[in-house]
């Protein structure tokens, strides 16, 4: 489950996509868990690897729509 989701456009660190491992530009950052009773964890991905899941498109519509 996603908790919060925040898209980074000027990122301070250099990081590497948790998903693919190419190097990041516009981050998308996530929190949240697996699984019901798992600790929460932070997730960095890059826009093409966060738009493949469904329940990530809709918090990223979410955060476009507010502005």
Partial sequence: MIISAT????????RRCDSCGEPLTKTVRLY???HHGD????????????????EVKRKLAAIEVRG
């Fill in 39 to 54: 600790e929460p964890y932070v997730l960095y991905l890059d826009e093409g690897c966060a738009k493949l899941d469904p």
């Fill in 7 to 14: 898209i980074i456009h000027h990122p301070r660190v250099a």
């Fill in 32 to 34: 949240g868990y697996a």
